[in-house]
Structure formats: structure tokens, C-alpha cells
């Protein structure tokens, strides 16, 4: 909210979205992040009660519902705020899309797509693209293809328990690295915490998001 | 502020209601109903809507139009299956499916229109005011295509829709308004053609939909379907009857089934009586409950995977639903209720009538429009994901679906060819991987500047805004320019047909405006000419021959006039006729005060002259 004059009466807004002298609604700045947005520090951990409670504040003070007898900026404004609104609280809300998110304002986009399975995956993940091709081609109401379909959802239970660990992990590196900025220090050791911190993270998001579609494939395929 | 009213406009019956002193009514018809048939039929003395038109089911069927919401942002290929139940003829243009009636044929927004300005001309009769503001309810699962043309109805009908609102969520402001319902509720809505779930969480006055699935194409329709089947086998079987190549047989065997089905909500088993074309005799039978239920069963079936789906998509399960709400007429079944009370595990709600509850919602949400109620709040969702059209005819997904509306994405876009003037976008919605097997829902050409390949870069906003419907924007991010984009919808009508349509509507509301008129100007100017007769010959002798002369005179001229067709002339010959006649009336009520003040009877007068 870098705003700093009011768009209708030019004087001067301090990251508040309505003037305190006309209270016309101020358009959401386009350099804020979703944390700023919604008003919270940025941290991995955030109380979902809290955070919600702020979603529908806000959205009483931007719904276009509340717009409707108000001048064409202002309908667009809102409209604005209101679909930018909703974009922050859908990413905050959920704790990996949030991490996704705050490891992309930090260090620039995590997204990248993983091609090949992690390392220590390998062996396992390969094994399984095989046993999904055979049971693919074959008759899958046979006994080999119930034996390979049996094969598969133990394999979904495995990958399933495994996604759960790297969630539990990205948890724990969540809660160190609020600590972390809670702490706010400038020093060298802070900064390779940081550092590896992200590193951590961002292996393990990229994991999970992995494991994640092989499971989808699994379930779109058994069933 | 001006009002605004809130519109169910549904498969089978449309209803209309507004905001009295806080508490959302319905608008009754001077017959005391409150739902009107969505009904369209073409007589010899024009178009008539409502219950006159459904009387012409049956005996004029092919140019009655009635479900026309099926068709509502369709094109001909997606009804081809059934096009065989439906007794009028249907075409496509443009992508648009027409209905012909008569000499005419009409899109299904047309039609739709109709229906909607009987329900304005209801209210505007019922507030004594001119109504031009509506919030208009659709289904949850109707996508951008079919919302569009919700609202190009509302335009063609002089309506100003200020909002498109799904039907469950219009059920929940209803019963959140009138029952203070918190927590999570899973909103059921089976109607005549359609069939919505939706799951919402309401607390403190905000209503946040977390899911929304259905199926546009499902509804009591399908059921009434099934028993006429039924019947119409039988009546082959026993009369070797094939009632197909009788179209107005077919509506009323359609219209007793649909009596039957309802009569077996409240009865276990019901008679069925239908006469034959050609003197061929009378069938009867008797329907049960049970076999009811075994005919359809698959359909009411076919509600539960959606229920599944949005539970999911929800993250719930069905324990954390706090309240069921049934709406619609469908869920009168008790099948229906058996079905929903075993997936949920709770006893349904139905305290408020079911086939009233969506309007009464709708009202609330024009009342939350004008600034009457402002401690409610809808946040709806996107029921469909959008998406563009990517390499290898893939869907590429934007905005996904039940994304809290409104909802925006940016997709930057380039060129791959030096010198390349223009992008091809084509917009999708739909949950699959192919672009074929997606809704196509609109295409348009990015402007480019003739630059190398790589450089231009055009930033598109897509949003979907409060009413579900797509708006995109596009900006140059070199110059900063917008650029406005138009938009080819793939299965609407452009914004010149829709402007044409607007026009039409009020061209032929002033025919009909006209032809009011003439009518008025022809009945008054009869009583006019007979009184006048009879004034002369009862009292020609009190005025001088001129004046009689002039009088018959006039007389001649106004029934020239009334023979024409022009009510302004009418008017203007029937004032030139009172002028000549003032003399007269003014001698005859002389000479009738004077025969009163001597105390005899006019009649005695009379006589002696």
C-alpha cells in the first residue's frame, strides 16, 4: 500500500484503504503482497481463525454488493480489490501455497516443474511408472490384473504416508524460519540460516508437489 | 434508489418477489398464484405467457414453447438427444439454437424475455411503480455461456440485471434471513431442469460458498420423462397406438404423468386416465409409488456423485454438514428425501416452500443491492474452471473451479513469428485435459505490433466478476495501452444481435402498445356513437336542423374513422363529435331538469310530446 494521494480528493492516504478525508475506497496497490494485503506479518505460520476473520472484514469493505449506488471508479476499484482480496486469502489459506508463495517473494519463483523424481525416490518411482504401464495394457479384470492393482494401491498408501512426512518436515522448517524472522538479526549466520532455509524448503515443496501428481495419476488410473 | 426486484425465472415455473418492510415476499397473479408457468405460446391473437399458454399445451403444442431453459446458451448439437420430446421446432444460427413459431423463430433469450416482462408487468401492476431493475436467479452450475444469456434476457425484457445469482445461494440468503441458520449447510437443489449442490458456511451474516457442483441438465423433467415412457408403452401394447405422430397427445400424456409423480409424493398409488386421439378409446391404469421409484431411481441417483464432488472439493465430509436444505419442486419426491437424509446422514430441511424459496432469496440480494440489507453477504464461486487454449489443444487452467468470485488471473502473452500482428485466444471452461472436451466459450484476436518475435508483451487480465461472467482486458506492457478486445462467444449472441433484439422488443411492445390503443379507440367510440344515436333520436327537436345535421354529420366521420386504424384519428373525430353533440346534451338536460322541476316523470313527459 505505497499509495500516497487519494485518487478523488488528492490528499494524502498512509496505506489505508479509504481516505480519511473523502472515505472514497483506495485501490489495492499492485506492489503489495498478499501478506500486506490482508494485513499480516510475513510468516509461514498463520492462526486461520484470525485470517479469516480479516477475509470477511474485508470483503464488507470491497464487495461490489456494497457498490452498487457508487460512481463507476469507485464499482471498478472494488471489483478490483475484491478479486485481488480473494486471490490473497486462497493463497494464505492453505499452508503449502502460502509457503509457494512467500518462498517466491523471497527468492524469487519456486514453481518450477521437477521432470525426474527426487534422488532418494529414484528407484522406487520408476519401478512403480513400469507396474502402471503393465497394468494399463493389461486385462484388468484378470487375476494379473487385480494382482498389479492390489500392487498399485499399496503403493498409493506408501507414496500417500510419504507425501504426509514432507508436510510434517515443512511444517517444522516453517515454525524455524518464523522463528528466524521473528528474530530479525543481520547476521552472517542469520543470513545462511535464511539461506538454507529456503534451499530446504523449496527441495521439499518441489517433492511433495511430485509425489502428489504421481498419487493423482494413481487414483485416476485404479480408481 | 430506484427498487429492484428478485426473479426466479426456472425451467417450469418463473416467480417474481421484492422486499416488503424487511421480510421477502412473493408476488401473487390477480388468479392468487404466485408462480407463473414458463410458458410461451403463440395464438391467433399473438403471444400469450403464463397459465393461458400452458392450456395451449395440449391443444396447440407445436406453437408452445415451455423448458425453454434447457436451451438457454445452447447450440443445437448439445440438445440433439432429445430434440424428439419437444413438439416445437428448433434451428440454430450462429451457433444459437431459434425457435420457430409461427412465421418467426425466436432465440431462447427471446423467449426467455417474455416470461420476464410478464413477471415485470406483474410487479410493476402489484408496486404501482415502473420496474427497470432485476436480480435475476440461475443455476449454480450454469457456465459463462449460459449466464450470459440469462442476462441478455433480462435486457431484451427492459430489465437491467444487476445481478446474476445462483439458485442455492439465493435458497441459503432465505434461510439464513428468516431461520439466523449458522454453520455449514449443503443446499440441495433439484428443479424442473436443473440440478444445483452447493455447500456454504455462514457465520456472522457471510455467506462463503466452499463448493458448488450439479448438473444443468437434470431435473423433474427427466422423472415426468420416464412415466410418460412408460405410459406410451402401454399404450402401444393395448391399442397399438403409437402416440408419437400425435404432438398434442404427447403433451398431455407428458402433463399426467408429471400430475401422477406429484400426486405420488402425499398418495401410494394413483389412477391415470388419458382420453385417445381419433375416438380410439380411454387408457387407464394405476401407478404406485413403488414403480415410480423403480423408473427413476437412476436419476435421482445421479444427484448424489455432484454431492460427492463438492463435499470433496470442500474438504469436508458428510458429518461436518450442520443442516441439509431441500429447494425445489423435485425434492418434494420422497425418494428424493430418502436419498439426501442417507448421504448425509440428517433429516432435510424444508421449512420454507420449496418452490418459492429461490425468488424469496433473490429479493434479499436486490435488497442487499439497494443498500436495505447491510448485514449479509454472499461470496460466491465459480462452479467451472477457465482456462485458454495451449499448444497440442490442451485446456490451460486460470481461474480453477469454486475460485471466490470475483476472481481475476493475468497470462502475459508474445509472438513466435517476426512481424506477427495478432494472437488467437480461445476461451474454455470445463474440468477436463482437452480443449475438445471442454465448453468453448468465447474466441478473440489480441493486436499486435509488427515487432520481432519474443518482444510484444500483452498482459490479459481475465475476470469473473460478481455474477459469474467473464470479462477480459488487455494491456501492452511496453506502452502501457489498453486495448479493448471483442469478444466472439461461442455458443451467445453477439452484442449487435442483442441490441437488434432490444429493439424488436420495444417495437413490438409498441405494436402491441398500438393495437391496445386501437382497440380502446374502437370500443369507446362505439359507446360513443350509440349514445349519441340515441340522444338525437330521443331529442332532435330540441336542437335546430343545423346543429342535428351537423351532428349526423360527425357521427359519419367518426365511423370512417373506426373503421381505419389509425387511434389517434379516432380520438380526434370522437372529440369533433362531442363538440357538435354539446347542444344537444345541453338542451336535453335543460329540458330533462325542467320536466323535473315540474315534478313529472321524463317518461309521462314523454309521452304527452
Given at each position: 500500500?505505497?499509495?500516497?494521494?487519494?485518487?478523488?480528493?488528492?490528499?494524502?492516504?498512509?496505506?489505508?484503504?479509504?481516505?480519511?478525508?473523502?472515505?472514497?475506497?483506495?485501490?489495492?496497490?499492485?506492489?503489495?503482497?498478499?501478506?500486506?494485503?490482508?494485513?499480516?506479518?510475513?510468516?509461514?505460520?498463520?492462526?486461520?481463525?484470525?485470517?479469516?476473520?480479516?477475509?470477511?472484514?474485508?470483503?464488507?469493505?470491497?464487495?461490489?454488493?456494497?457498490?452498487?449506488?457508487?460512481?463507476?471508479?469507485?464499482?471498478?476499484?472494488s471489483l478490483s480489490n475484491a478479486a485481488t482480496l480473494n486471490t490473497a486469502y486462497r493463497t494464505l489459506?492453505?499452508?503449502?501455497?502460502?509457503?509457494?508463495?512467500?518462498?517466491?517473494?523471497?527468492?524469487?519463483?519456486?514453481?518450477?516443474?521437477?521432470?525426474?523424481?527426487?534422488?532418494?525416490l529414484f528407484e522406487e518411482i520408476l519401478e512403480l511408472q513400469d507396474t502402471l504401464e503393465e497394468y494399463r495394457a493389461s486385462d484388468q479384470s484378470s487375476d494379473a490384473g487385480k494382482?498389479?492393482?492390489?500392487?498399485?494401491?499399496?503403493?498409493?498408501?506408501?507414496?500417500?504416508?510419504?507425501?504426509?512426512?514432507?508436510?510434517?518436515?515443512?511444517?517444522?522448517?516453517?515454525?524455524?524460519?518464523?522463528?528466524?524472522?521473528?528474530?530479525g538479526e543481520a547476521t552472517s549466520a542469520a543470513r545462511a540460516d535464511r539461506e538454507r532455509l529456503l534451499k530446504q524448503m523449496r527441495e521439499i515443496l518441489s517433492n511433495r508437489t511430485y509425489v502428489k501428481n504421481i498419487v493423482s495419476d494413481l487414483v485416476a488410473t485404479i480408481g | 434508489m430506484t427498487r429492484i426486484v428478485g426473479i426466479d425465472l426456472g425451467t417450469t415455473n418463473s416467480l417474481v418477489a421484492y422486499m416488503k418492510d424487511g421480510t421477502p415476499t412473493v408476488i401473487a397473479g390477480r388468479s392468487g398464484r404466485t408462480m407463473v408457468p414458463s410458458v410461451v405460446a403463440l395464438t391467433d391473437n399473438g403471444l400469450i405467457v403464463g397459465d393461458s399458454a400452458k392450456e395451449h399445451l395440449t391443444r396447440n403444442s407445436g406453437r408452445?414453447?415451455?423448458?425453454?431453459?434447457?436451451?438457454?446458451?445452447?447450440?443445437?448439437?448439445?440438445?440433439?438427444?432429445?430434440?424428439?420430446?419437444?413438439?416445437?421446432?428448433?434451428?440454430?444460427?450462429?451457433?444459437?439454437?431459434?425457435?420457430?413459431?409461427?412465421?418467426?423463430?425466436?432465440?431462447?433469450?427471446?423467449?426467455?424475455?417474455?416470461?420476464?416482462?410478464?413477471?415485470?408487468?406483474?410487479?410493476?401492476?402489484?408496486?404501482?411503480?415502473?420496474?427497470?431493475?432485476?436480480?435475476?436467479?440461475?443455476?449454480?452450475?450454469?457456465?459463462?455461456?449460459?449466464?450470459?444469456?440469462t442476462k441478455d434476457a433480462g435486457m431484451i425484457a427492459g430489465l437491467e440485471v444487476l445481478r446474476i445469482i445462483n439458485e442455492p445461494t439465493a435458497a441459503s440468503l432465505a434461510y439464513g434471513l428468516q431461520e439466523k441458520t449458522q454453520g455449514t449447510i449443503a443446499v440441495y437443489d433439484f428443479g424442473g431442469g436443473t440440478f444445483d449442490i452447493s455447500i456454504l458456511k455462514l457465520k456472522n451474516g457471510i455467506f462463503e460458498v466452499l463448493a458448488t457442483n450439479g448438473d444443468t441438465h437434470l431435473g423433474g423433467d427427466d422423472v415426468d420423462r420416464r412415466v410418460a415412457d412408460?405410459?406410451?408403452?402401454?399404450?402401444?401394447?393395448?391399442?397399438?397406438?403409437?402416440?408419437?405422430?400425435?404432438?398434442?397427445?404427447?403433451?398431455?400424456?407428458?402433463?399426467?404423468?408429471?400430475?401422477?409423480?406429484?400426486?405420488?409424493?402425499?398418495?401410494?398409488?394413483?389412477?391415470?386416465?388419458?382420453?385417445?386421439?381419433?375416438?380410439?378409446?380411454?387408457?387407464?391404469?394405476?401407478?404406485?409409488?413403488?414403480?415410480?421409484?423403480?423408473?427413476?431411481?437412476?436419476?435421482?441417483?445421479?444427484?448424489?456423485?455432484?454431492?460427492?464432488?463438492?463435499?470433496?472439493?470442500?474438504?469436508?465430509?458428510?458429518?461436518?454438514i450442520d443442516e441439509v436444505v431441500l429447494v425445489g419442486g423435485s425434492t418434494r419426491m420422497p425418494l428424493v428425501r430418502q436419498r439426501v437424509e442417507s448421504l448425509f446422514g440428517k433429516k432435510p430441511h424444508c421449512h420454507l416452500n420449496p418452490d418459492e424459496v429461490v425468488a424469496l432469496g433473490a429479493a434479499v440480494q436486490a435488497d442487499i443491492l439497494t443498500g436495505g440489507t447491510t448485514d449479509m453477504l454472499l461470496l460466491d464461486v465459480t462452479p467451472l474452471s477457465l482456462g485458454i487454449e495451449t499448444m497440442g489443444g490442451v485446456m490451460s487452467s486460470l481461474i480453477r473451479r469454486n475460485t471466490t468470485i470475483p476472481a481475476s488471473a493475468k497470462e502475459l502473452f508474445t509472438t513466435y513469428v517476426d512481424g506477427q500482428t495478432g494472437v488467437d485466444i480461445h476461451i474454455l471452461q470445463g474440468e477436463r485435459e482437452l480443449v475438445k472436451d471442454n465448453r468453448s466459450l468465447a474466441r478473440f484476436r489480441l493486436k499486435v505490433a509488427p515487432l520481432p518475435a519474443g518482444v510484444p508483451r500483452i498482459e490479459v487480465t481475465f475476470l469473473i466478476d460478481a455474477n459469474g461472467i467473464l470479462n477480459v482486458k488487455a494491456s501492452d506492457m511496453r506502452t502501457g495501452q489498453t486495448q479493448s478486445i471483442e469478444v466472439k462467444p461461442s455458443y451467445g449472441l453477439s452484442d449487435t444481435e442483442v441490441e437488434r433484439m432490444i429493439e424488436d422488443s420495444f417495437k413490438f411492445a409498441q405494436q402491441d402498445v398500438d393495437a391496445r390503443k386501437l382497440i380502446e379507440a374502437r370500443l369507446e367510440a362505439g359507446a360513443l356513437m350509440t349514445t349519441t344515436e340515441k340522444s338525437l333520436a330521443d331529442g332532435d327537436k330540441l336542437i335546430g336542423q343545423e346543429e342535428a345535421a351537423a351532428i349526423r354529420d360527425r357521427l359519419s366521420l367518426l365511423k370512417a374513422a373506426a373503421d381505419g386504424n389509425d387511434a389517434k384519428a379516432i380520438r380526434a373525430r370522437m372529440a369533433d363529435l362531442e363538440q357538435a353533440a354539446k347542444p344537444l346534451s345541453v338542451a336535453m338536460l335543460d329540458d330533462s331538469l325542467k320536466r323535473s322541476l315540474k315534478g313529472k316523470k321524463v317518461s309521462e313527459v314523454s309521452k304527452r310530446d
Amino acid at each position: 500500500m505505497a499509495r500516497s494521494m487519494c485518487w478523488h480528493c488528492q490528499s494524502e492516504v498512509a496505506g489505508e484503504y479509504f481516505c480519511e478525508r473523502c472515505v472514497k475506497v483506495q485501490p489495492v496497490s499492485k506492489d503489495a503482497d498478499y501478506f500486506t494485503c490482508l494485513g499480516f506479518p510475513r510468516r509461514l505460520t498463520i492462526d486461520l481463525g484470525m485470517l479469516e476473520a480479516k477475509f470477511y472484514e474485508l470483503s464488507r469493505a470491497f464487495h461490489p454488493d456494497f457498490y452498487q449506488n457508487k460512481s463507476e471508479t469507485e464499482q471498478a476499484i472494488s471489483l478490483s480489490n475484491a478479486a485481488t482480496l480473494n486471490t490473497a486469502y486462497r493463497t494464505l489459506r492453505d499452508p503449502i501455497q502460502r509457503a509457494e508463495y512467500l518462498l517466491d517473494l523471497e527468492a524469487g519463483a519456486v514453481k518450477e516443474i521437477r521432470s525426474s523424481p527426487p534422488a532418494d525416490l529414484f528407484e522406487e518411482i520408476l519401478e512403480l511408472q513400469d507396474t502402471l504401464e503393465e497394468y494399463r495394457a493389461s486385462d484388468q479384470s484378470s487375476d494379473a490384473g487385480k494382482q498389479l492393482r492390489a500392487q498399485l494401491q499399496t503403493e498409493q498408501t506408501a507414496l500417500e504416508r510419504r507425501k504426509r512426512e514432507m508436510e510434517e518436515q515443512l511444517q517444522h522448517l516453517f515454525r524455524q524460519w518464523d522463528e528466524l524472522q521473528d528474530k530479525g538479526e543481520a547476521t552472517s549466520a542469520a543470513r545462511a540460516d535464511r539461506e538454507r532455509l529456503l534451499k530446504q524448503m523449496r527441495e521439499i515443496l518441489s517433492n511433495r508437489t511430485y509425489v502428489k501428481n504421481i498419487v493423482s495419476d494413481l487414483v485416476a488410473t485404479i480408481g | 434508489m430506484t427498487r429492484i426486484v428478485g426473479i426466479d425465472l426456472g425451467t417450469t415455473n418463473s416467480l417474481v418477489a421484492y422486499m416488503k418492510d424487511g421480510t421477502p415476499t412473493v408476488i401473487a397473479g390477480r388468479s392468487g398464484r404466485t408462480m407463473v408457468p414458463s410458458v410461451v405460446a403463440l395464438t391467433d391473437n399473438g403471444l400469450i405467457v403464463g397459465d393461458s399458454a400452458k392450456e395451449h399445451l395440449t391443444r396447440n403444442s407445436g406453437r408452445t414453447v415451455y423448458s425453454v431453459k434447457r436451451f438457454m446458451g445452447k447450440g443445437l448439437a448439445d440438445v440433439q438427444s432429445e430434440l424428439s420430446y419437444f413438439p416445437y421446432s428448433l434451428t440454430e444460427q450462429g451457433g444459437v439454437i431459434r425457435i420457430q413459431l409461427g412465421e418467426k423463430s425466436y432465440s431462447p433469450p427471446q423467449i426467455s424475455a417474455m416470461i420476464l416482462k410478464e413477471l415485470k408487468q406483474r410487479a410493476e401492476s402489484h408496486l404501482g411503480e415502473s420496474i427497470t431493475k432485476a436480480v435475476i436467479t440461475v443455476p449454480a452450475y450454469f457456465n459463462d455461456s449460459q449466464r450470459q444469456a440469462t442476462k441478455d434476457a433480462g435486457m431484451i425484457a427492459g430489465l437491467e440485471v444487476l445481478r446474476i445469482i445462483n439458485e442455492p445461494t439465493a435458497a441459503s440468503l432465505a434461510y439464513g434471513l428468516q431461520e439466523k441458520t449458522q454453520g455449514t449447510i449443503a443446499v440441495y437443489d433439484f428443479g424442473g431442469g436443473t440440478f444445483d449442490i452447493s455447500i456454504l458456511k455462514l457465520k456472522n451474516g457471510i455467506f462463503e460458498v466452499l463448493a458448488t457442483n450439479g448438473d444443468t441438465h437434470l431435473g423433474g423433467d427427466d422423472v415426468d420423462r420416464r412415466v410418460a415412457d412408460l405410459f406410451l408403452t402401454d399404450i402401444r401394447k393395448a391399442f397399438g397406438i403409437d402416440l408419437s405422430a400425435y404432438p398434442d397427445h404427447m403433451q398431455i400424456v407428458r402433463l399426467e404423468a408429471e400430475r401422477a409423480k406429484i400426486r405420488l409424493s402425499d398418495e401410494l398409488k394413483t389412477k391415470i386416465a388419458i382420453d385417445l386421439p381419433d375416438g380410439k378409446g380411454r387408457f387407464t391404469r394405476e401407478l404406485t409409488r413403488d414403480q415410480l421409484e423403480t423408473v427413476t431411481a437412476d436419476i435421482i441417483e445421479r444427484t448424489l456423485a455432484p454431492c460427492r464432488f463438492a463435499l470433496q472439493d470442500a474438504g469436508l465430509s458428510p458429518a461436518d454438514i450442520d443442516e441439509v436444505v431441500l429447494v425445489g419442486g423435485s425434492t418434494r419426491m420422497p425418494l428424493v428425501r430418502q436419498r439426501v437424509e442417507s448421504l448425509f446422514g440428517k433429516k432435510p430441511h424444508c421449512h420454507l416452500n420449496p418452490d418459492e424459496v429461490v425468488a424469496l432469496g433473490a429479493a434479499v440480494q436486490a435488497d442487499i443491492l439497494t443498500g436495505g440489507t447491510t448485514d449479509m453477504l454472499l461470496l460466491d464461486v465459480t462452479p467451472l474452471s477457465l482456462g485458454i487454449e495451449t499448444m497440442g489443444g490442451v485446456m490451460s487452467s486460470l481461474i480453477r473451479r469454486n475460485t471466490t468470485i470475483p476472481a481475476s488471473a493475468k497470462e502475459l502473452f508474445t509472438t513466435y513469428v517476426d512481424g506477427q500482428t495478432g494472437v488467437d485466444i480461445h476461451i474454455l471452461q470445463g474440468e477436463r485435459e482437452l480443449v475438445k472436451d471442454n465448453r468453448s466459450l468465447a474466441r478473440f484476436r489480441l493486436k499486435v505490433a509488427p515487432l520481432p518475435a519474443g518482444v510484444p508483451r500483452i498482459e490479459v487480465t481475465f475476470l469473473i466478476d460478481a455474477n459469474g461472467i467473464l470479462n477480459v482486458k488487455a494491456s501492452d506492457m511496453r506502452t502501457g495501452q489498453t486495448q479493448s478486445i471483442e469478444v466472439k462467444p461461442s455458443y451467445g449472441l453477439s452484442d449487435t444481435e442483442v441490441e437488434r433484439m432490444i429493439e424488436d422488443s420495444f417495437k413490438f411492445a409498441q405494436q402491441d402498445v398500438d393495437a391496445r390503443k386501437l382497440i380502446e379507440a374502437r370500443l369507446e367510440a362505439g359507446a360513443l356513437m350509440t349514445t349519441t344515436e340515441k340522444s338525437l333520436a330521443d331529442g332532435d327537436k330540441l336542437i335546430g336542423q343545423e346543429e342535428a345535421a351537423a351532428i349526423r354529420d360527425r357521427l359519419s366521420l367518426l365511423k370512417a374513422a373506426a373503421d381505419g386504424n389509425d387511434a389517434k384519428a379516432i380520438r380526434a373525430r370522437m372529440a369533433d363529435l362531442e363538440q357538435a353533440a354539446k347542444p344537444l346534451s345541453v338542451a336535453m338536460l335543460d329540458d330533462s331538469l325542467k320536466r323535473s322541476l315540474k315534478g313529472k316523470k321524463v317518461s309521462e313527459v314523454s309521452k304527452r310530446d
